[in-house]
């Protein structure tokens, strides 16, 4: 009898030890949010959803929303544990745009991994904007309440020593409307990444298609778009809407969509998730066609919206992704975050009788007021 006990508790340790020994330190449920179904954020945190339930069962509800404000709010609130964001992750530990009201200000948010995502200055081929600097007096498409476009065509117009005055800014009610309005002579160029529906039919249109390049090497316009919007790094894409197979077009390269989630969440919870991440890589990187970009030596460094979290370092620096100059980047960004949340903290206790509107304008000044001393 004790021999069958025995044999049958080794047997019950071996089958253990035979389950994935990671599996146990992801919980079994997640909530995530991502942008609304049917974009590219809604599809790859399925994809990654999808084999995080496959390799380690855990199951995953994803709550989509159209808003900023609502892929934000589970998570501030807790009732999410990770979020898949777009620009609005830099915005909101900036307490700008959107976030400069009273009710929000700086936020320290934490980001566990971002994919790359090329943008540059589309431009009509027959525009005569062959340089960025060439955009002087262009119509450039805006979109109607939409900072997370607006500011890259600002930091990419100040790559060629450009800023809003020297461009006829034409704003579009919406994202389709501006993408589609070159094709239809309404505009010359704007900044997008380089696949999206719109720039196939003006690569076919008899307007043609052009990237302005923002060649890695020009330091002068990188120190300039950089000073805009400092969370773009040099990028060669060579998957663009009627760009010859075997060419390449300079862009930079933003993240979306950043795994986001905030900074008191534990080190050790963190750690597990990035490591799943990595080691369901195999699993989804073929969900669309730009996951593979997933791969941690590409989403898993700076430069991206908000600092890393502990967690994710601590893993990055174990599989020999993270480096000094990583760490170096980090530490400033964290002190960037810090001096603006004490920076609000002060503004808004001095100001908290303003309107809502003459509050966001002065802080968005006293904002830029802060940004410049530490450069």
Not at 5 to 12: D, N, V
Not at 127 to 135: F, L, M, R
Not at 259 to 279: N, R, S
Not at 297 to 304: K, M, V
Request: negative net charge.
């Amino acid at each position: 009898m004790k021999k069958n006990i025995l044999r049958s508790t080794i047997g019950a340790l071996m089958t253990c030890a035979a389950l994935p020994a990671f599996s146990q330190e992801l919980p079994d449920t997640m909530v995530w949010t991502s942008y609304d179904v049917g974009s590219a954020g809604y599809a790859e945190a399925s994809a990654i959803a999808d084999a995080f339930g496959r390799e380690f069962g855990t199951r995953v509800r994803i709550q989509p929303s159209g808003s900023s404000i609502g892929r934000l709010q589970p998570l501030l609130q807790g009732r999410a544990d990770y979020a898949f964001l777009a620009t609005e992750a830099f915005f909101v530990s900036e307490g700008a745009f959107d976030f400069s009201t009273p009710e929000w200000g700086p936020h320290q948010l934490r980001a566990i991994a971002g994919r790359p995502a090329g943008l540059t200055l589309i431009a009509a081929g027959d525009a005569g904007i062959e340089t960025v600097e060439d955009a002087r007096g262009k119509r450039i498409a805006f979109v109607a309440g939409n900072p997370s476009v607006n500011v890259k065509c600002e930091a990419i117009l100040a790559f060629g020593g450009l800023t809003l005055d020297d461009v006829e800014i034409i704003m579009f009610p919406t994202y389709g409307a501006a993408m589609s309005s070159m094709t239809r002579n309404e505009s010359d160029a704007t900044c997008t990444t380089p696949t999206t529906s719109q720039l196939y039919e003006l690569a076919e249109s008899p307007r043609g298609i052009h990237y302005a390049p923002l060649e890695a090497d020009n330091e002068a316009g990188w120190a300039q778009l950089l000073e805009v919007l400092p969370i773009m790094t040099p990028s060669d894409e060579d998957v663009a809407a009627g760009l010859p197979e075997g060419e390449v077009a300079k862009m930079a390269a933003y993240r979306y969509p950043v795994i986001t989630t905030t900074d008191d969440k534990g080190e050790d919870d963190v750690y597990a998730f990035i490591k799943a991440l990595d080691e369901t890589y195999d699993l989804y990187k073929d969900g669309t066609a730009a996951m593979s970009r997933w791969s941690l030596d590409r989403s898993g460094r700076p430069a991206i919206d908000i600092p890393f979290h502990e967690g994710a370092i601590r893993y990055l620096r174990e599989i020999g992704v993270w480096t000094e100059e990583d760490d170096a980047w980090n530490e400033q960004r964290v002190t960037r975050l810090n001096t603006l949340s004490e920076a609000w903290a002060e503004f808004h206790d001095e100001n908290i009788d303003m309107s809502e509107e003459d509050f966001s304008a002065a802080w968005m000044e006293r904002r830029a007021e802060v940004v410049s001393s530490l450069n």
